[in-house]
């Protein structure tokens, strides 16, 4: 928890911190919590209203399942969302022999830095194509 919601949250912390404030001022952060607190209990209002109609609607939903003797279990299939298919991997573009190891590079991404000292020396890219 932050120290901000630490101090707004425990009572003596608070009014310790509120200390120096005029009665003007305090009574302009009560305006501004009071706002907040109405606008925090309206979005609750409205977000516990949808859930009721969502549980209704599933509640329904059930019911017309149990009228003619489908269960959950009988969708399996149908409920479930085909996973996505990984894309191969591109194939490499550049190679480099560096003592006896040979490094492939797709083009893509950070140019590795045996290529870079290669390019830095003076040597193109496409010395190094496949």
Known sequence: MSDFLEILTHGRRLKAAVKEL???DLREVA???EKIIAEKEASVAQEEAANA??????????LQMEAIGLSVDDLGGVATKAAPKKRAPRPAKYKIDVEGETITWTGQGRMPTVFKNQVDAGRSMDDFLI
């Open 53 to 62: 109609e969502r549980n209704a609607k599933i509640e329904e939903i059930r």
């Open 31 to 33: 305006v501004k919590l």
């Open 22 to 24: 005029a009665l003007e």
